[in-house]
């Protein structure tokens, strides 16, 4: 529960920083108000970390940077035409604004840039009341007409003006309801939501850079499940990622099988506790986590009801890296990030056959292998799918995972699994076999490959006969 009173404390902290008061007074001594805006007041009052610190003033852009190149190290301009400018104070990287008055053409989600004149003014215009909050320095004057604080001490996400009216303006601003929902723990207030699903469609003028680089945001907060729901209840996830959706499939009374779509939240989630708990130091992992969240979607597509009850999902792994690999290019995705989540799906069914009887060497060889690079995300994808709630059966499934790596680390050690090549390189196979390069030495070097992985390190000696062996029986 928010606790007002150590909340205001935070708040005098901040403004006692280095970097705060030297622009205080900086921007005082010129005659220009100034106060911190937004997220920095927000997260000081529910005493959660600041990392980046926002300003708002009455001065003009380039009063602005007149003001601030005496104390500063550097400067940047880039948000010049937006009324931003950037600098270094004390050590720290800080974005002054001038106050804003934007409004919206309802054709594209960029604004009408208007200066405005007044603090007020400025902060209704923002998304959440939650982020309309400013305090004013050096006088320490927390400024809310929204309603902001109270909305803190509610839990609750709402809009400082009718919500139909800030979504239409902005249909961003629906895809950082579900964004803060998640960061915060908060719930939508019921107008807000209602206006979600009202206005979805007009997300259509959004570009895909700026959705994708709301999803990415969602997916990096400790619980981006929470935000999912709320995406796709409202009808906002079938018309950027439909998939999602697609999942809710209908169940036959006749035809059983899990909740695909609960079950796809569990993963992200359990994946999310494992990533955490294996690297705990590193920074949220969003390939994994789409990962997780996608590994299941080319089920709809591929689901067979069989005679007697039964429900089939043939290929459905190939099939969803496919569907992914479509629509991460459509969201914008770099070439890498789409490579990691489609190897992903590719690969998480690959495991489940090990408990049912163990692996020879040359299958584990062969799972390394192909694991390549996302080793250790397969690790974590792989244990984050089993949401059985049959305790015997996550137990062996667990235990036969822990036996795969346990084989995994002892056959590294000894054979170096990561670096696996074959025994004899390209020019070695040319000479052994006295052929110039080309397709026969291609298929030479797969076939030593093929004999490192069933057999480990056979020895150069050996692997050089098993070569002519294999040379003369193609005549």
């Known amino acids: ?35 911190i805006v937004g997220g920095p007041v927000r997260d000081a009052l529910l005493g959660r970390t600041t990392n980046d610190l926002d300003f708002t003033t009455d001065a003009l852009p380039d009063e602005i940077l007149r003001i601030v190149k005496p104390i500063s190290t550097a400067q940047w301009d880039i948000g010049r035409a937006f009324g931003t400018i950037g600098a270094k104070v004390a050590g720290e990287q800080v974005e002054i604004t001038t106050y804003r008055a934007d409004s919206y053409d309802g054709v594209t989600r960029k604004p009408t840039v208007e200066f405005g004149d007044t603090l007020e003014g400025d902060l209704v215009r923002r998304d959440f009341t939650v982020n309309s909050m400013a305090l004013r320095v050096p006088g320490r004057t927390l400024v809310d007409p929204t309603g902001g604080v109270e909305d803190l001490v509610a839990r609750r996400l709402r809009t400082p003006a009718d919500p139909s009216v800030s979504f239409g303006d902005d249909p961003l601003r629906m895809l950082r309801a579900a964004r803060f ?21 007009t997300l259509s003028i959004v570009s895909p850079e700026r959705i994708h680089g709301e999803l990415v945001r969602l997916l990096q907060t400790d619980d981006p499940v929470r935000g999912i729901r709320l995406l796709v209840e409202s009808g906002l996830m079938a018309q950027f990622l439909p998939e999602i959706p697609a999942l809710q499939l209908e169940v036959d009374e006749h035809h059983h099988h899990k909740d695909v779509y609960e079950h796809s939240l569990t993963v992200l989630r359990q994946a999310i506790d494992l990533e955490k708990t294996r690297n705990p130091d590193a920074a949220p992992d969003v390939p994994l986590r789409l990962a997780a969240l996608l590994h299941d979607i080319g089920k709809p597509a591929t689901r067979r009801l069989e005679p007697g009850g039964g ?142 992985l069933d057999e480990g390190i056979v020895g150069e000696a050996e692997a050089e006969r098993r070569l002519r062996e294999w040379w003369a029986a193609r005549g």
């Open 1 to 35: 529960m928010l606790n007002m009173a150590e909340g205001i404390a935070r708040l005098g902290a901040l403004a006692e920083s280095p970097v705060v008061s030297t622009l205080a007074d900086a921007f005082a001594a010129a005659g220009h108000d100034l106060a």
């Open 181 to 201: 929902a998640s960061q915060l723990g908060f719930a939508v207030d019921p107008a807000t939501a209602a206006a979600m699903a009202e206005l979805r469609e």
């Open 311 to 452: 429900v089939t999902f043939y290929h459905h792994d190939i099939k969803g890296a496919r569907l992914a690999r479509k629509r991460l290019q459509a969201l914008r995705f770099d070439a890498d990030t789409i490579g990691v989540v489609t190897r992903l799906i590719e690969l998480h069914l690959r495991f489940f056959g090990y408990s049912e009887g163990a692996w020879t060497d040359s299958a584990v060889r062969r799972y390394v292998r192909d694991a390549g690079d996302e080793l250790e995300r397969l690790h974590i994808i792989t244990r984050a799918d089993v949401t059985t709630r049959n305790a015997k059966k996550a137990g062996r499934l667990a235990r036969a995972y822990d036996d795969i790596e346990r084989r995994i680390a002892e056959l590294s050690a000894q054979e170096e699994l990561a670096a696996m090549r074959p025994e004899l390189d390209g020019n070695r196979i040319q000479e052994v076999l006295g052929i110039p390069p080309g397709r026969e030495v291609g298929e030479a070097y797969r076939f030593l490959l093929d004999l490192r």
